[in-house]
């Protein structure tokens, strides 16, 4: 299996040189709203995960289009009508760096799994021929780090039905689901432990109980992450972006990357994070 700190190692020594500082990682609009005038003043339309190269002038063509950049300094930056064209800067230096090699392993994993959101979506707009279920957890232990105040939760249906978290058997709270998709989870002041999620609710009749176990645990139960030289080149929002898209790799780990494309506001990384999806209704004999 490969650890968290071998995907960041490979990345960083097998990227070409000529790894781009900032790229599109989403339009809001049609595609053609957005067009850039190359450094070598040729007009072509914006595409998603495009990368872009120092002189590049981006414009947005009608007032509710926008263009979203990341940039390996951490910036993100949204161009709309109002604010293009932007010009990108030139690079500091000539030789990447090491941010410049994790951008390029960003931009190709968000390449690679633009798809994921359009599929993922159908789960939640499926036909009524099951009980509903909670997306993007295991049928083992889903991990969360701490401290956390709460978690989000996901149906693959509108729910109706009652969610309880339990530990050693002792009940700690009780959430009714009235037709809601996503649930907020409060999770704060709770100590390090496994808890019991149990998710209850009815089909033609039938009673139906899932259970999932949230272990809420600390950095030391982390694989191996990546050395503090390399995340402390990265601001905030990368370092969680190369954290929710490397803990992908182990399942146990997939529920705290969804958290963090919530945080991020990131519907590709929570698509990815909820395709593993695998329905768990069990129905309770009566």
Same mark, same amino acid.
């Given at each position: 299996?490969? %650890?968290?700190? %071998? $995907?960041?190692?490979?990345? /960083? ?13 989403? =339009?809001?609009?049609?595609?053609? /709203? ?44 949204? =161009?709309? *009508? ?17 941010? &410049? ?8 994993? #968000? ?16 036909? +009524? ?15 969360? @780090? ?12 509108? *729910?109706?039905? @009652?969610?309880? $978290? ?6 700690? +709270?009780?959430?009714? *689901?009235?037709?809601? %998709? ?10 390090? +432990? #496994? #808890? ?14 899932? %259970?999932?176990?949230? !272990? ?18 990265? +601001? ?14 182990? &399942? ?21 994070? @909820?395709? !593993? ?10």
């Amino acid at each position: 299996m490969k %650890t968290l700190a %071998t $995907l960041i190692i490979l990345s /960083c020594i097998s990227l070409s040189t000529s790894a781009s500082e900032y790229f599109i990682f989403k =339009i809001d609009g049609p595609d053609e /709203c957005v067009q850039i005038i190359t450094s070598a003043n040729q007009k072509i339309n914006a595409e998603l995960f495009m990368s872009l190269s120092p002189g590049d002038k981006i414009y947005v063509l009608k007032e509710k289009a926008s263009v979203s950049l990341i940039s390996s300094d951490d910036s993100e930056l949204t =161009i709309t *009508a109002g604010n293009s064209p932007f010009e990108v800067p030139e690079k500091n230096n000539q030789s990447p760096s090491v941010t &410049s090699n994790i951008m390029s392993w960003i931009q190709g994993w #968000y390449s690679s799994n633009s798809t994921v959101a359009s599929k993922t979506a159908t789960l939640v707009s499926r036909g +009524g021929e099951d009980p509903v279920s909670l997306m993007g957890l295991t049928n083992n232990d889903n991990l969360i @780090l701490l401290p956390v105040d709460s978690v989000s939760l996901f149906f693959d249906a509108p *729910a109706n039905g @009652l969610l309880s $978290l339990s530990l050693d058997g002792k009940t700690i +709270g009780k959430w009714n *689901a009235q037709g809601e %998709t996503e649930m907020v989870l409060p999770l704060r002041g709770l100590q390090q +432990g #496994y #808890y019991d999620l149990t998710w209850q609710t009815e089909f033609d009749g039938q009673a139906y109980n899932s %259970t999932y176990v949230i !272990g809420l645990v600390t950095e030391e139960d982390l694989p191996l992450t990546p050395g503090k030289p390399v995340m402390a080149a990265l +601001g905030k929002s990368l370092q969680q972006r190369v954290m929710a898209i490397s803990l992908m790799e182990f &399942s146990e780990w997939r529920f705290q990357s969804l958290q963090l494309g919530v945080q991020l506001n990131d519907d590709i990384i929570m698509a990815a994070a @909820l395709s !593993g999806h695998v329905r768990q209704p069990f129905p309770i004999n009566k």
